[in-house]
């Protein structure tokens, strides 16, 4: 096995939308809650990262700090979450682009 980090895999988690199968127990469904905010903060930290790896290579050959049909993209992929959808993937592209402007 490479020591390379690799690709995250979803699949490794159980990241379905059904939550049938949990009990009734306040506490054991408080400890979901924080095992998937530490999992969507990680991803998120990671995400950021690996953004700013793309546009700093692209800037690096020439390209533009921004690719607007990749936005459209992103955003498309949470239109299922509605209007907080779009928020969402609007702070995930500022998080990994940083201010603009500068
Ligand atoms: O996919 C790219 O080309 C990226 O630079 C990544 C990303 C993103 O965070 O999803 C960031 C900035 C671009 O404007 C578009 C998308």
Redesign the pocket.
Known sequence: MSDLPQPFDPQAHDLSGDVSGLPDDIEVLRGEIDRLDAMILAAIKR??A??KR??AA?MASGG????????V??LDRFADLGQEGHTLAML??R???GPLGR
């Open positions: 995400r950021s690996v953004s793309i546009g692209r533009p700090r921004l690719v607007h049909s990749r936005e993209k992103v995930l592209l998080l990994g682009r």
